[in-house]
Nanobody
C-alpha cells in the first residue's frame, strides 16, 4: 500500500503561483509513476500532469503547458506541482495519484485526499 498526502494548496490571486507537494509513504516510491489530477465543483476529475518513476518523462494537459511543472525528489518520497500564472479556471481540488503516467484516472491505484486551490480574479 501507498499513502499519499498533498499539501500546499490555498487562495491566490490570478497570475500568482503555488507549489503543491505530495508526500508518499508505505512502499518504494521511486518505482512509482505519479500524476496530478484536479476536480472543480460540478465537473469531472481531469488529468493535469504526470511524471515517470525516474523523472525522465513528463506529461501535461494542454491548458497548463508552460505554466505548470511537475517534478519529484525520490530521496524525499515527494512529487511536486509548481503552478505559475494561475487562472481562475485552475480553481479545483488537486489530487496526486500513484501507479501510472496515464491521463486516465482509472489507471492509477493510489490516491491522496486532495488539496484545495482557489484562484481569485
Amino acid at each position: 500500500q501507498v499513502q499519499l498526502v498533498e499539501s500546499g494548496g490555498g487562495l491566490v490571486q490570478a497570475g500568482g503561483s503555488l507549489r503543491l507537494s505530495c508526500a508518499a509513504s508505505g512502499r518504494t516510491f521511486s518505482n512509482l509513476n505519479m500524476g496530478w489530477f484536479r476536480q472543480a465543483p460540478g465537473k469531472e476529475r481531469e488529468f493535469v500532469s504526470a511524471i515517470t518513476w525516474s523523472g525522465g518523462n513528463t506529461y501535461y494537459k494542454d491548458s497548463v503547458k508552460g505554466r505548470f511543472t511537475i517534478s519529484r525528489n525520490n530521496a524525499k518520497n515527494t512529487v511536486y506541482l509548481q503552478m505559475n500564472s494561475l487562472k481562475p479556471e485552475d480553481t479545483a481540488v488537486y489530487h496526486c495519484a500513484g501507479g501510472s503516467n496515464s491521463p486516465r484516472s482509472d489507471e492509477y491505484r493510489y490516491w491522496g485526499q486532495g488539496t484545495q486551490v482557489t484562484v481569485s480574479s
